[in-house]
């Protein structure tokens, strides 16, 4: 499985950036997939995930509200729609999946492949 994110930007507080994760594979309707975020001296933590159907969601407290996880299983692909961001939203995301499972929880240890990593800066 190869995951690639993209879509991270440098965006003022307040504003909005929507982050996304091609897949491959052909049987991506049946990864359960995860965004974490990695800050500057800071360990990796999670942010979102989505189950394979994409009916079941989780966020980290501090997301709620504002950010938003989806899936496009015709596009493989995995959305995350982050509103109202705030500086301490700045890190690197990426976005992960764990095979075998509905839903893929909140330890990163759990999940099976990872992407490279996005930069998303929010200036104050």
């Known amino acids: 499985v190869q995951l690639q994110a993209s879509g991270g930007g440098l965006v003022q507080a307040g504003g909005s950036l929507r982050l996304s994760c091609a897949a491959s594979?052909?049987?991506?309707?049946?990864?359960?997939m995860g965004w974490f975020r990695q800050a500057p001296g800071k360990e990796r933590e999670f942010v979102a995930a989505?189950?394979?159907?994409?009916?079941?969601?989780g966020y980290q407290d501090s997301v709620k509200g504002r950010f938003t996880i989806s899936r496009d299983n015709a596009k493989n692909t995995v959305y995350l729609q982050m509103n109202s961001l705030k500086p301490e939203d700045t890190a690197v995301y990426y976005c992960?999946?764990?095979?075998?499972?509905?839903?893929?929880?909140?330890?990163?240890?759990?999940?099976?492949?990872w992407g490279q990593g996005t930069l998303v800066t929010v200036s104050s």
């Open positions: 992960a999946c764990r095979l075998g499972t509905y839903y893929g929880g909140t330890s990163a240890d759990l999940y099976d492949y």
């Open positions: 594979g052909r049987t991506f309707s049946t990864y359960a």
């Open positions: 989505v189950s394979w159907s994409g009916r079941s969601t």
